[in-house]
């Protein structure tokens, strides 16, 4: 088993930055890809990004390409999530993922086994 707990998360206005952590332990070994993955009120869950065990791929959703970084701390066991340049629209709560079944940034929600609790992230206008 892989736990995951996700920190970070608050209320912040358009424009501002915000950094998630997502702590990853247990049978970390297994793990292949990490993703982050947000789903707003009333809607799905959506792929925001995601890097592979070693944090040398990365693949990002067009929505957020160019103002969210995810990186991996390989010591720590911890992916993060840079957000910078917040808009009203990634309003959602952030979940963090961690698959173990195989290789592949994949961008389905399906595809990853273990899931953390969520953070809230609000952007107000």
């Known amino acids: 088993q892989v736990q995951l707990v996700e920190s970070g998360g608050g209320l912040v206005q358009a424009g501002d930055s915000l950094r998630l952590s997502c702590a990853a332990s247990?049978?970390?070994?297994?793990?292949?890809?990490m993703g982050w993955f947000r789903q707003a009120a009333g809607k799905e869950r959506e792929f925001v990004a995601a890097?592979?065990?070693?944090?040398?791929?990365?693949y990002y959703a067009d929505s957020v390409k160019g103002r969210f970084t995810i990186s991996k701390d390989n010591a720590k066991n911890t992916v993060y999530l840079q957000m910078n340049s917040l808009i009203p629209e990634d309003t959602a709560v952030y979940f963090c993922a961690a698959r173990s079944s195989s290789r592949g940034l994949t961008t389905s929600s399906l595809s990853y086994n273990y899931w953390g609790q969520g953070t809230q992230v609000t952007v107000s206008s």
């Open positions: 890097i592979s065990w070693s944090g040398g791929s990365t």
């Open positions: 247990g049978r970390t070994f297994s793990i292949y890809t």
